[in-house]
Antibody
Framework: QITLKESGPTLVKPTQTLTLTCTFS??????????VGWIRQPPGKALEWLAL???????RYSPSLKSRLTITKDTSKNQVVLTMTNMDPVDTATYYC????????????????WGQGTLVTVSS | SYELTQPPSVSVSPGQTARITCSGD??????AYWYQQKPGQAPVLVIY???ERPSGIPERFSGSSSGTTVTLTISGVQAEDEADYYC???????????FGGGTKLTVL
């Protein structure tokens, strides 16, 4: 059974850097084809993809946020960390991590399952 | 930037068929995926690769693709299907993940 759980601060101040950790079980990020993604959702709004890291350490970022995001993995700890710099009140959202699925040897990406999400509020 | 377009809302009576569309220029070449999100919960995958249904998802959920539009169909809608539904795909220029704006399904 695959599970993921997000952790990190619930409140950050404007201009600060947000660091979120996704701790997972049921799979290994050293296995070919595996990946973990981050997706966020402002209150009452749509899902927005942020970043994706693959088993081979390939990393992809949303073009609109690329300059502010860094995604890393710690395979030994079964964790993926997302950092977002220069936080702003518009970044207030629930942040989800999710297990990436695909057919072998393809660039397809879908997410199943997702973590429960963590609400991050940006306010002074 | 690439966009996937969904209707903001769809309403159906119990037992009827709900159809939720998602349009995007790259959909003829990229698979689409659908997620169901109930209030206060994380999204759940209900359709992958346009029309495949994950284990545990009821048979009343199905997906189809035609040109630049993909459709999520829920046959015999039940009250428990009331939720937000999001499509997801990729664009043709290397952006691996794009989400649609979501559709709120209301069961009357």
């Amino acid at each position: 059974q695959i599970t993921l759980k997000e952790s990190g601060p619930t409140l950050v101040k404007p201009t600060q850097t947000l660091t979120l950790t996704c701790t997972f079980s049921g799979f290994s990020l050293s296995t070919s084809g595996v990946g973990v993604g981050w997706i966020r959702q402002p209150p009452g709004k749509a899902l927005e993809w942020l970043a994706l890291i693959y088993w081979n350490d390939d990393k992809r970022y949303s073009p609109s946020l690329k300059s502010r995001l860094t995604i890393t993995k710690d395979t030994s700890k079964n964790q993926v960390v997302l950092t977002m710099t220069n936080m702003d009140p518009v970044d207030t959202a629930t942040y989800y991590c999710a297990h990436r699925r695909s057919r072998p040897d393809t660039t397809e990406n879908w997410f199943d399952p997702w973590g429960q999400g963590t609400l991050v509020t940006v306010s002074s | 930037s690439y966009e996937l377009t969904q209707p903001p809302s769809v309403s159906v009576s119990p037992g009827q068929t709900a159809r939720i569309t998602c349009s995007g220029d790259a959909l003829p070449k990229q698979y689409a995926y659908w997620y169901q999100q109930k209030p206060g919960q994380a999204p759940v995958l209900v359709i992958y690769k346009d029309s495949e249904r994950p284990s545990g998802i009821p048979e009343r959920f199905s997906g189809s693709s035609s040109g630049t539009t993909v459709t999520l169909t829920i046959s015999g809608v039940q009250a428990e299907d009331e939720a937000d539904y999001y499509c997801q795909s990729a664009d043709s220029s290397g952006i691996p993940v794009v989400f649609g704006g979501g559709t709120k399904l209301t069961v009357l």
